[in-house]
């Protein structure tokens, strides 16, 4: 397999779908001649023309609201949003038009609509620049949301959602562009929407996350390896649909679990998948399902008090000591 930067696993997806599907067109802004914002987009618009790598102005609400309703007349627009903290602004067309569509038709239309864009904290971006968005967009139902945390993970699953019937988003992580891993060179690997990945096999703890946070739990795990504890990782890829059975299984195998994720403690996806744990596995706990999230406060600029906020390998190793009662 090759080994590329995760910026250049997206642009293969999209590459590839582009080649293999002549209706699938990529829209948003500095997408084309710029060749996107964090060059994910570098090369497709001279190989594919100004029609299908279409630069909008700065107007999400609108090339959203495009993007919507071309994917009712069955074609299959990729929406780049410059950062996810812009897409605010289009919520209303994701939430009230993508999502609800295929139900409010009766099912006269399908929705194969990709929204697509980065998320999270990157370096001092400040308050409004550094939102980890993806548990407010699972709330709807109709979406499916997916946040690939590793290049292989990256072009699999952005493929996967430029060929689904439904609005998927895909949140990738800010800081991960230039992370670079070994990726399947194969035009076919998709990885299905709502499959967990265990990315590190373990017995005395379920250390469980998704996107960018896997890289923090998997240094957590090996901090803790050398103080004689084995972690399990999962790394649940897709968090609506939600791989109940991948989080059971390994709950069941380790019977403690902490939760990992960027965003804020309330209303978060380990919430939900807290709430999950303890509804369907309580019996098989041997300690209280704690959480590792983000200060419940908004980003500050300052440099010791952004890294303060941010979730880290340390406070997971604190958490996982507390399950272990040790």
């Not at 250049?8 to 996107?36: I, K, T």
């Amino acid at each position: 397999m090759a080994v590329i930067t995760y910026r250049e696993a997206l642009n293969q997806a999209l590459d590839e779908e582009m080649a293999r599907d002549p209706d699938v067109f990529l829209m948003g802004e500095e997408v084309g001649v710029y060749n996107g914002a964090y060059k994910v987009s570098k090369g497709l618009l001279d190989k594919y023309g100004e029609m299908r790598v279409v630069d909008t102005p700065i107007t999400e609400l609108g090339f959203a609201g495009l993007g919507v309703g071309a994917a009712m007349t069955g074609v299959r627009p990729v929406i780049e949003f410059m950062t996810w903290n812009f897409a605010i602004l289009a919520f209303d067309q994701i939430f009230n038009s993508a999502a609800k569509m295929r139900s409010m038709s009766g099912g006269q239309f399908s929705m194969p609509v990709t929204f697509r864009g980065p998320t999270g904290a990157a370096l001092q971006l400040a308050a409004q620049h550094s939102q980890a968005l993806e548990s407010q967009v699972a709330h709807y139902p109709g979406v499916k949301v997916v946040v690939p945390g590793t290049p292989a993970d990256a072009k699999g699953l952005l493929k996967a959602a430029i060929r689904d019937d439904d609005p998927v988003c895909v949140f990738e992580g800010e800081m991960l562009y230039n992370l670079k891993g070994e990726v399947p060179e194969d035009d076919d690997y998709v990885i299905p929407l709502g499959v967990a990945e265990v990315k590190r096999e373990g017995s005395d703890v379920s250390i469980i996350t998704h996107g960018k946070m896997i890289h923090v739990a998997l240094q957590a795990a090996g901090m803790l390896e050398k103080d004689g504890v084995n972690a399990e990782v999962v790394d649940l890829r897709s968090i609506r649909p939600l791989d109940t059975e991948a989080i059971l299984n390994s709950v069941g195998k380790t019977n403690r679990a902490v939760l990992l994720e960027e965003g804020w403690p309330h209303g978060g996806i380990t919430a939900t998948v807290a709430a999950l744990i303890q509804e369907e596995a309580f019996d098989l706990l041997d300690a209280p399902v704690l959480r590792v999230t983000q200060a419940d406060v908004p980003m500050p600029y300052a440099k010791a008090l952004e890294k303060a906020v941010k979730p880290s390998a340390e406070l997971v190793v604190e958490k996982v000591n507390r399950v272990l009662y040790r």
